[in-house]
């Protein structure tokens, strides 16, 4: 066991743990942040996406001891101007279903629509998670329109 700071959300947070726990179950058991759901369990789905410093990281797969010191964002703490637009986007196209999955596509789309420039279209296959819903066009449509909307600056 090792006792481990972990920044989420902007709240710090000390965790007594054994180095290698991945990072989603100490997310959900030990500090009670749900915002991270468990999917597959080997981070191919992506439901338990969350962001270190500036990298999206399958949390399910993702030892604590390699988050520790470091900033976590899940999506109750991505507030941005874009994080924003993607919220306002997900209720208009009325994307989530069930809404399990959708914390990891919003993460997902998120960094995706940082890295595209204005002029780019978003390379899709780069959002590699999973939605047992099958909401992927609504999604697709989501994104989308936040990407014109940040190409013409609306």
Same mark, same amino acid.
């Given at each position: 066991m090792a006792l481990y700071e972990l920044t989420i959300d902007s709240k710090v947070h000390t965790v007594d743990t054994e180095p290698n726990k991945p990072l989603l179950w100490v997310l959900r058991e030990d500090l009670?942040?749900?915002?991270?759901?468990?999917?597959?369990? /080997?981070? &191919?789905?992506? /439901?338990?996406?969350?962001?270190?410093?500036?990298?999206?990281?399958? /949390?399910? /797969?993702?030892?604590?001891?390699?988050? +520790?010191?470091?900033?976590?964002?899940?999506?109750?703490?991505?507030?941005?101007? &874009? +994080?924003q637009k993607l919220k306002a986007a997900w209720l208009k196209y009325d994307v989530p279903q069930c809404g399990y999955c959708q914390p990891g596509f919003v993460l997902g789309a998120h960094k995706l629509l940082k890295k595209t420039l204005p002029g780019q279209t978003p390379n899709?296959?780069?959002?590699?998670? &999973?939605?047992?819903?099958?909401?992927?066009?609504r999604i697709r449509q989501a994104v989308l329109d936040v990407h014109s909307q940040t190409a013409t600056g609306s």
């Amino acid at each position: 066991m090792a006792l481990y700071e972990l920044t989420i959300d902007s709240k710090v947070h000390t965790v007594d743990t054994e180095p290698n726990k991945p990072l989603l179950w100490v997310l959900r058991e030990d500090l009670n942040q749900t915002q991270a759901r468990f999917g597959c369990g /080997a981070g &191919l789905c992506g /439901a338990c996406t969350v962001y270190v410093d500036n990298n999206l990281v399958r /949390a399910c /797969a993702s030892a604590v001891a390699t988050a +520790a010191g470091k900033k976590i964002t899940t999506i109750h703490g991505l507030n941005d101007e &874009l +994080a924003q637009k993607l919220k306002a986007a997900w209720l208009k196209y009325d994307v989530p279903q069930c809404g399990y999955c959708q914390p990891g596509f919003v993460l997902g789309a998120h960094k995706l629509l940082k890295k595209t420039l204005p002029g780019q279209t978003p390379n899709w296959n780069e959002v590699t998670n &999973l939605c047992r819903c099958g909401t992927y066009d609504r999604i697709r449509q989501a994104v989308l329109d936040v990407h014109s909307q940040t190409a013409t600056g609306s």
